[in-house]
């Protein structure tokens, strides 16, 4: 878990929640809300063990000691910028690529 919070994968969840709750109703807002922070929880969890089946305990401490420095620092503190921008230019692609993919279909 300190990990995922010093990476700033959770930077990357709260961008996606905002837009989310953006398509909800306002009056429904505060309700969604409780129940999306609900799954976070397991969302963690399933991540944790990601984790750890990919990298050893020295791999994961050896991240934990890069997010801890002040490169990593601004790395992880940047994350959610970082992950709107790529979004956005994901989705500039994609659309570009649909227009490709008609053109063969």
């Known amino acids: 878990m300190k990990l995922i919070t010093l990476s700033g994968s959770d930077l990357s969840i709260k961008v996606a929640k ?4 953006q398509m909800i109703p306002t009056a429904k ?3 969604f809300l409780k129940e999306f922070d ?3 929880p397991a969302l963690y969890d399933s991540m944790a063990d990601i984790y750890i089946d990919m990298y050893t305990e020295k791999d994961i401490n050896d ?3 890069f997010y801890e420095s002040p ?4 790395m992880s503190g940047n ?3 970082f992950t709107q921008k790529i979004m956005a230019a994901s989705q500039t692609w994609g659309a570009g690529l ?3 993919m008609s053109k063969y279909m």
């Open 98 to 100: 649909q227009t490709l």
């Open 71 to 74: 490169v990593g620092k601004k």
């Open 29 to 31: 807002q505060a309700d």
């Open 38 to 40: 609900a799954t976070l």
């Open 79 to 81: 994350m959610g910028v």
């Open 63 to 65: 991240m934990i000691a």
């Open 18 to 21: 905002d837009q989310v709750i």
